[in-house]
Nanobody, 122 residues
Framework: QVQLVESGGGLVQAGGSLRLSCAAS????????MGWFRQAPGKAREFVAA????????YYADSVKGRFTISRDNAQSTVYLQMNSLKPEDAAVYYC???????????????WGQGTQVTVSS
């Protein structure tokens, strides 16, 4: 089992920045690829970013490419999502997830955090 706890969400003005963190506990963190997903009201959960187990490979949704950066610290068992140039359409509950591979699909991730709310005012 892996337990994931997100933090760092909040209210920010459009154009601002936030840094989300996801702290993992339980099984060895470095065994898992990590992903960030988000879900806005009335919409399906969507892929945001993913990172490989060793951090060498990262993947982004087109909508966030160039604005968001995913990173991880295996010694601290934490994955981060740096979000810059935030837009109102980025507002959602953000979830981190752990799985065997860094894919775009929610079904490929075995463990999920409880989510953290990001609100972007225009």
């Amino acid at each position: 089992q892996v337990q994931l706890v997100e933090s760092g969400g909040g209210l920010v003005q459009a154009g601002g920045s936030l840094r989300l963190s996801c702290a993992a506990s339980g099984r060895t963190f470095s065994r898992y690829a990590m992903g960030w997903f988000r879900q806005a009201p009335g919409k399906a959960r969507e892929f945001v970013a993913a990172i490989s187990r060793n951090g060498n490979n990262t993947y982004y949704a087109d909508s966030v490419k160039g604005r968001f950066t995913i990173s991880r610290d295996n010694a601290q068992s934490t994955v981060y999502l740096q979000m810059n140039s935030l837009k109102p359409e980025d507002a959602a509950v953000y979830y981190c997830a752990a799985g065997p591979a860094s894919t775009y699909y929610t079904s490929d991730y075995n463990y999920w955090g409880q989510g953290t709310q990001v609100t972007v005012s225009s």
